[in-house]
Every structure is written in structure tokens, then in C-alpha cells.
């Protein structure tokens, strides 16, 4: 595995280091021992799964407050998607900043999410399938969302969105002056 450092302070984009053979290749995908070495989260109590049938669907952008925030490791099995990613943590040096990257059944790129980011995912082509590890159970009560059109976080997105959940379309703007989401 392949670790790379992003421009935002803790996320890092993972790839494979296949070894090919007349069959295809192997690869690990991930190694909590390799995961803890470079001090990312290691226990990923569940997995989830989503299917998105049309190209312009975005999800996100979501977390979970407080000590059910979650670590993820966005990886996009069928189709090409673009994760979008928010740092939420008022003492991080990427604060409100975001980043975009490009997620594909062929390049298999996986990326880690840390506790503190929104997390979201815009689907470049039809039939998106899309799987990823969270360190923290679902907790409802817990959910928070920013809105991926907010003003304050200026991101650009390279294609129109066109199918959005009323959760995601709706959850409000930050205001100036408010305290951030996550120390
Ligand atoms: C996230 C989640 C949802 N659900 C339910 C709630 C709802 O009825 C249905 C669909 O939920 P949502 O609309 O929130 O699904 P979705 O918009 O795909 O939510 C996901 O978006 C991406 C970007 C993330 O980062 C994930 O953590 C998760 O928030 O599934 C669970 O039962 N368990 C879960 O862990």
C-alpha cells in the first residue's frame, strides 16, 4: 500500500501496490498495522455500501458530532466518483478548507477520511458503486451535514448536481462568527 499525504492535515489518499501475475494481480487494501504506523484510525467497526444510479448525485455532505465521529475509507468499486471533503476542526491548520479527488473501479484509489471532516461523494458517471469502512456505528442522533453549495466553503464542482437527497439539500448554511464543529 501506497500512503500519500493530501493538502488537508490528516487526510491521505491510499493506492494499491498490485503484484501481477498470468492470473491479474494482488493487493492489500488495508493492514491495521500499516494503518496504525502512520497514525491513522485502524478499527472500522462497520462497513458501508450505496449504489447511485445516475451521474450528478451527490451525498453529503455528512458526519457525526462529537465522539461519534467517524474515520472513513472512501473507496468507489463500480463507475468513477469525486470525494469531497470538508476539515470541520477549528484547531486544524486546513480549517474550512476542502478537497476533491477522484475515486474509480480502474484507478482503486481509496482515501481516509479522519474524525472532524465532512465527508461527501458526487458521482462522475451512471451505475456508482461505492464502499467504505467507518470507524464509529451509525448514531442518528449524532448526524450533522454542511451544505456543499455553502458560500463560506467555495467549492467547484465539475459537473452539475442533479439528484440530491431534501436532507442534503437543506441543512443550513454556517453562519459567520459560529464556534466550529469540532475542536
Ligand atoms: C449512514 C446510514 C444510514 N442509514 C439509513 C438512514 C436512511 O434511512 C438511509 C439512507 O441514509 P442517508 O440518506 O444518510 O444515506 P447517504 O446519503 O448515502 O449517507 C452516507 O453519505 C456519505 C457521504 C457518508 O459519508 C456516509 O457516512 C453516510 O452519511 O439509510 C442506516 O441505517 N445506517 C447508516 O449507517
Redesign the pocket.
Known amino acids: 500500500m501506497i500512503f500519500e499525504k493530501t493538502h488537508l492535515n490528516g487526510a491521505w489518499l491510499i493506492d494499491l501496490e498490485p503484484r501481477g501475475d498470468h492470473r491479474g494481480f494482488f493487493a492489500r487494501a488495508y493492514d491495521t498495522a500499516e494503518f496504525a504506523r502512520h497514525g491513522l484510525v485502524a478499527d472500522y467497526p462497520?462497513t458501508?455500501t450505496?449504489f447511485s444510479a445516475f451521474r450528478g448525485t451527490l451525498?453529503?455532505?455528512?458526519f457525526q458530532h462529537g465522539e461519534a465521529a467517524?474515520a472513513?475509507l472512501m473507496r468507489c468499486i463500480r463507475g468513477t466518483m469525486l470525494s469531497i471533503i470538508v476539515d470541520l476542526r477549528g484547531g486544524s491548520p486546513t480549517y474550512l478548507q476542502h478537497g476533491l479527488f477522484e475515486l474509480s473501479v480502474e484507478n482503486r484509489r481509496q482515501l481516509y477520511v479522519p474524525p472532524g471532516f465532512a465527508?461527501?461523494?458526487l458521482t462522475l458517471t451512471d451505475d456508482v458503486e461505492v464502499v467504505?469502512p467507518?470507524s464509529q456505528p451509525?448514531a442518528?442522533g449524532a448526524?450533522g451535514g454542511v451544505r456543499y453549495d455553502d458560500p463560506r466553503l467555495g467549492i467547484r464542482l465539475p459537473i452539475e448536481v442533479t439528484t440530491i437527497?431534501d436532507?442534503?439539500r437543506n441543512w443550513p448554511l454556517l453562519a459567520e462568527g459560529a464556534p466550529p464543529i469540532f475542536a
Not at 451525498?59 to 455528512?62: Q, S
Open positions: 462497520q458501508n450505496s451525498r453529503g455532505l455528512h467517524e472513513k465527508n461527501a461523494f467504505y467507518v451509525y442518528p448526524e437527497s436532507k442534503d
